[in-house]
């Protein structure tokens, strides 16, 4: 069987724990301790994770982050489990939930990709006679492969509930600093992350950061992360709660809700929140772009660098940003072949030095060219690209073949603003900032008792995130009485810290973006009614 | 637009240009670093890292250059730089020498054949790995010291593919 673990690697070790077995549709697929259930099974060679819900095209894991649900399978009898989130235990039992007769071979699939069905063909047609929309649902829902909740149940587990002075969601690079700086000053800090590892996106960042020396420039991503979790683990004020995901806060109630470890539900209630939730790789259109082995770069990043496993032997990068750029690098690193960077425009997106580095290794950056498709029945095994016009329009006839087994989307991020839109802010779509952000103060605050750090606040880099974070951890706690004059001026500090990092003409869209978004009193638009 | 912007490398020519290589006297007396950076980044390890404040930087996002008569070659620079954009060059005995940073398999030893290649990663010739060092405590990568058979090449080679049993 296919082994795709990275044994030797330049600058990692990957610990990978006990060797266990788990049960992949009744087959012994080896995995270890540490991997999630898809990386186990990445590693062995399975490829279709799923089968989408009309047409029963194939899919695979796209973002390896818990995000797009791709990756969903049946674990030891629980349906709809996103395998790339949970761990693998001995014996666990896997099996794929979509396809007749298998997820792999779907029979039907062939036939429905030549039916036209209209958006909501399903739900038209199989609405009326009401009578029969019991039947209906048990057919589509079989059909549409979402899972038998037949095996669940054991009754319901009472709520934790935790009563806190400052609740942080999200153990990225904002939270963490959040829950160190609110920590030190404050007595109860809660930091919940829906990952079994707190660190965020950084645990798979091994390249080093730019920045300032006196903050974190010239270390590596992960080191990071280490340290911060770290310093968290010996602060007595701060509690963690890994593997928790919070999916609603109710105003009514002033409640946060979160579950964990996929059953347990947390209740939180906290004086202040911070809300550093992160953000989520766009994709692009294309033909095929669903296909197994279309993943988002830092899916690739993820799979590589968390876990050591390769995403394939020779991958084609789309998207020339930092992000695309950095992913190529440690691809080759990795031990991957890296057939070509396309880029849509004219120049590279990313700083010149990320392109230097991988340019020097022999990779091709080809600007104004673009992806066309992906090929292949199951998997790709291969892409055409094609040269653009300047309206960003594929030229007929400079299409050209590109062997490879694995296509990277390296074309951006998205805030992720679910959970902060539960806390009624005031929202705004701000294509400079990646999306859909609220408005805020300086300090990050949405309301008086929420702010908004990091990714999820408008799409920018690591070190911005953590001052971010810093600046809500600190002023959260100044707003609950704690700290003085000292802890004033450290914000002021963070404050011009964080306008020096963007200082560059790289952050000029960055701060056109927070001019849209910056309001002087968040409180008086509070009491005003001016908020959602 | 600048040309090396849709490239993705700058060349020897650009570079000359800019007055970012060193001239060949100074690099035939002793060694010192080129920065191959020219955009405004956020970023400054280069020139705190610096003992001999040879490195000037006017702000955060300032592009470094270097004072090449205060360069003492000692390839601190080359270990810290997060954009892998700093090597150190020397010409001596009719040889030369360029120290970059490597980030790569397979791991480096003394004495390895070194497919010497361009900032555009075409082959330019072979040379040997001469110097290995692990500088920042804690760090994985590697600084090596690669000889280059013509001198002339300590301007154009920038990366290499170690070869074992060379």
């Known amino acids: 069987m296919a082994d795709l673990r990275i044994r030797e690697h330049p600058i990692l070790e990957f610990e990978r724990g006990k060797e266990v077995t788990i049960y992949f549709e009744g087959k012994p697929v080896k995995a270890y301790e540490n991997e999630t259930i898809a990386a186990a099974l990445y590693a062995s060679g399975v490829k279709v994770f799923s089968r989408s ?288 960077i396309v880029e849509v425009l004219p120049r590279v997106g990313g700083y010149l030095v990320h392109a230097a580095k991988v340019r020097r290794l022999g990779v091709p950056i080809l600007t104004r060219h673009t992806i066309v498709k992906a090929l292949g029945k199951t998997h790709v095994e291969g892409a055409v690209i094609a040269k653009v016009d300047e309206n960003f329009n594929p030229i007929p006839g400079t299409e050209r073949r590109i062997d490879c087994d694995f296509i990277c989307i390296s074309v951006g991020l998205t805030p992720t603003y679910d959970l902060i839109q539960h806390f009624k802010p005031k929202m705004v779509m701000v294509p400079e900032l990646g999306g859909f952000v609220p408005i805020r103060d300086i300090y990050g605050r949405v309301r008086r008792d929420v702010y908004i750090a990091g990714d999820c606040s408008g799409i920018e880099e690591a070190a911005t995130a953590m001052l971010e974070g810093a600046i809500a951890g600190i002023h959260a706690s100044l707003m609950l009485g704690y700290g003085g004059e000292e802890e004033k001026r450290r914000i002021e500090e963070y404050m011009k810290e964080l306008e020096e990092e963007r200082g560059s003409p790289f952050s000029e869209r960055i701060k056109a973006g927070l001019k849209k978004v910056l309001v002087e009193d968040i409180e008086k638009l509070e009491e005003g009614g001016e908020l959602g | 637009m600048a040309e090396y912007l849709s490239r993705g490398y700058l060349t020897t020519d650009e570079l000359r240009e800019m007055e970012l290589l060193p001239p060949e006297d100074v690099v035939r007396r002793k060694r010192v670093a080129v920065i191959e950076c020219v955009q405004e980044i956020p970023c400054n390890p280069c020139s705190v890292i610096c003992k001999v404040g040879a490195i000037l930087k006017e702000g955060l996002c300032k592009p470094p250059r270097v004072d090449w008569e205060k360069c003492v070659g000692c390839r601190m620079c080359v270990a810290i730089c997060p954009g892998l954009a700093i090597f150190c060059i020397q010409i001596k005995d009719g040889k030369g020498y360029v120290t970059m940073p490597y980030e790569m398999l397979p791991k480096p030893s003394k004495g390895d054949k070194a497919v010497l290649l361009s900032r555009a990663g075409e082959e330019l010739g072979e040379g040997k790995v001469v110097e290995v060092f692990r500088m920042v405590r804690g760090d994985p990568a590697y600084v090596i010291t690669v000889e280059v058979p013509r001198p002339e090449l300590v301007y154009e080679v920038r990366a290499v593919r170690i070869v074992k049993g060379g």
């Open chain 1, 53 to 340: 819900f009309k047409y029963r095209r194939a899919r695979g894991f796209f973002c390896a982050i818990g995000r797009c649900s791709a990756c969903m399978m049946e674990v030891d009898g629980v349906p709809n489990v996103r395998t790339c989130m949970v761990q693998v235990r001995d014996g666990m039992k896997v099996r794929r939930q979509k396809g007749w007769p298998s997820t792999e071979l779907d029979l039907l699939a062939p036939v429905l990709s030549r039916m036209d069905l209209s958006p909501s063909a399903y739900l038209k047609r199989m609405a009326r006679p009401s009578a029969l929309r019991r039947v209906y649902l048990k057919l589509m829902r079989k059909f549409t492969g979402i899972g038998s909740a037949k095996a669940v149940g054991g009754g319901a587990k009472r709520p934790e509930v935790y009563d806190v002075e400052v609740a942080v969601v999200g153990g990225g690079p904002a939270g963490l600093m959040a829950a160190i700086e609110a920590g030190q000053l404050c007595r109860s800090v809660l930091l919940i992350d829906d990952k079994h590892k707190l660190g965020g996106q950084l645990i798979k960042q091994t390249h080093k950061f730019f920045g300032n020396v006196s903050y974190c420039a010239g270390r590596r991503g992960f080191k990071l992360a280490e340290e911060m979790t770290e310093k968290i683990s010996k602060m007595s004020s701060v509690k963690v709660l890994t593997s928790t995901s919070a999916f609603a806060y109710y105003p009514g109630e002033g409640f946060l809700a979160a579950v964990r470890d996929g059953s347990r539900i947390v209740k939180i209630r906290a004086k202040k929140y911070v809300v550093s939730t992160g953000a989520y790789e766009r994709t692009l259109v294309f033909e095929n772009n669903d296909l197994p082995g279309v993943y988002g770069a830092g899916g690739v990043q993820t799979l590589m660098n968390v876990y050591g496993i390769k995403p394939g032997e020779a991958g084609l990068m789309v998207g020339s940003g930092n992000v695309g750029l950095i992913v190529s690098y440690q691809l080759l690193q990795a031990g991957v072949d890296v057939k070509a």
